[in-house]
Structure formats: structure tokens, C-alpha cells
């Protein structure tokens, strides 16, 4: 594996993530009814950096959830012969709510799908938006993000790491290349 490109900076993911913060304010006419699940790994500290984003310009502090997707996922027996469960923590009900959905990367449609899963066992939301920081295509199932940080076109012998400050100790996006 080797790094091809980094496409995105510390500055990059910030603008980024102003620019979907104000996206999901305008789209929704403010933050009413409107709560933020981030799926775990990385969609987490995102929603967080979005939820801050939002309070900074609103003034409002919105409900913040963390949805693990493990047993929803349709690969589930070809990942891990014992997968690592990790707890769903949403404290709140998500009845009636317009649910903005987090993650880093938007590929497949796979994940979000297995979310959409995990959440409509929680409750019936008023509706369920997607915020992803990339998307990068290729997708298996009819899913489309409402608001993506960028679009990046990749090709199937690549793939994309987000690196997030409170995971990996840095803000990075970089395309990588499988070599062999």
C-alpha cells in the first residue's frame, strides 16, 4: 500500500465541515426536531465536530447519538470469525426526529444501509439524512449522501483513509493505492 494523494488538510476537513454544518441548518430551516447520529468509527467524531459547528451558529446544543452497525452489517461472517460489538449510545428517542446520519466515507452504500437498519429498530424518524466528509462512488445499493464534504472519484485499487485528530493524532484525507 502506498499513499497516492492527500486531499485533504487540517483546513480542509474544517471547511468541510462548516460548510455541511451550514448545509444541514439551511436544508432543515434551523435545528428543529433535528438530532445527529454518528456511526461509529470515525462517523463519531465528526457528528461531534458538526454538533459543536452548529451549537457555535444556532446556539443550540442538538441531541447526539453513537450507532454501532456490527450485527446489521451483511458481511458480518466474512470480516471477523468474532466481531468487536461496541455499544449504541442514544440516550433519546429518535420517534418522529429528523435524524442527520454521520460517517467519513460513502462508498458502496453498504454501511448506511446496515445503519438505516440499526436505527429503525430504535424508532420510526420523521426522516433520515446522510452526511458524509467523502464520497467516493462506486456504490452497490441506491443510496446517495445529502451532504458530502467532497466527491472524490476513486478506482477499485484504491481506497480512501480519514484520519481523524481523535482517533489517529492528525487531520488527514488520503487516497491510497493497493500495490501487488
Given at each position: 500500500m502506498k499513499e497516492k494523494a492527500k486531499i485533504m488538510d487540517e483546513k480542509g476537513i474544517d471547511r468541510a465541515i462548516t460548510r455541511i454544518s451550514h448545509e444541514i441548518i439551511e436544508r432543515n430551516k434551523g435545528v428543529s426536531?433535528?438530532?445527529?447520529?454518528?456511526?461509529?468509527?470515525?462517523?463519531?467524531?465528526l457528528a461531534q465536530?458538526?454538533?459543536?459547528?452548529?451549537?457555535?451558529?444556532?446556539?443550540?446544543e442538538l441531541p447526539l447519538g453513537i450507532l454501532d452497525i456490527t450485527?446489521?452489517?451483511?458481511?458480518?461472517?466474512?470480516?471477523?470469525?468474532?466481531?468487536?460489538?461496541?455499544?449504541?449510545?442514544?440516550?433519546f428517542s429518535i420517534k418522529d426526529k429528523k435524524v442527520v446520519l454521520i460517517d467519513d466515507v460513502l462508498f458502496t452504500g453498504r454501511t448506511v444501509r446496515a445503519a438505516m437498519d440499526a436505527?429503525?429498530?430504535?424508532?420510526?424518524?420523521?426522516?433520515?439524512?446522510?452526511?458524509?466528509?467523502?464520497?467516493r462512488g462506486h456504490r452497490e445499493l441506491p443510496i446517495r449522501a445529502d451532504y458530502v464534504g467532497k466527491n472524490v472519484p476513486?478506482?477499485?485499487?484504491?481506497?480512501?483513509?480519514v484520519n481523524l485528530e481523535e482517533i489517529d493524532m492528525e487531520n488527514s484525507v488520503k487516497i491510497i493505492e493497493k500495490t501487488g
Amino acid at each position: 500500500m502506498k499513499e497516492k494523494a492527500k486531499i485533504m488538510d487540517e483546513k480542509g476537513i474544517d471547511r468541510a465541515i462548516t460548510r455541511i454544518s451550514h448545509e444541514i441548518i439551511e436544508r432543515n430551516k434551523g435545528v428543529s426536531n433535528l438530532v445527529l447520529i454518528g456511526i461509529r468509527r470515525r462517523g463519531v467524531p465528526l457528528a461531534q465536530r458538526i454538533a459543536r459547528k452548529i451549537k457555535e451558529v444556532e446556539g443550540v446544543e442538538l441531541p447526539l447519538g453513537i450507532l454501532d452497525i456490527t450485527l446489521y452489517r451483511d458481511d458480518l461472517t466474512t470480516k471477523a470469525s468474532q466481531p468487536i460489538l461496541r455499544k449504541t449510545e442514544i440516550d433519546f428517542s429518535i420517534k418522529d426526529k429528523k435524524v442527520v446520519l454521520i460517517d467519513d466515507v460513502l462508498f458502496t452504500g453498504r454501511t448506511v444501509r446496515a445503519a438505516m437498519d440499526a436505527l429503525m429498530d430504535l424508532g420510526r424518524p420523521k426522516m433520515i439524512q446522510l452526511a458524509v466528509l467523502i464520497d467516493r462512488g462506486h456504490r452497490e445499493l441506491p443510496i446517495r449522501a445529502d451532504y458530502v464534504g467532497k466527491n472524490v472519484p476513486t478506482s477499485m485499487s484504491e481506497f480512501i483513509k480519514v484520519n481523524l485528530e481523535e482517533i489517529d493524532m492528525e487531520n488527514s484525507v488520503k487516497i491510497i493505492e493497493k500495490t501487488g
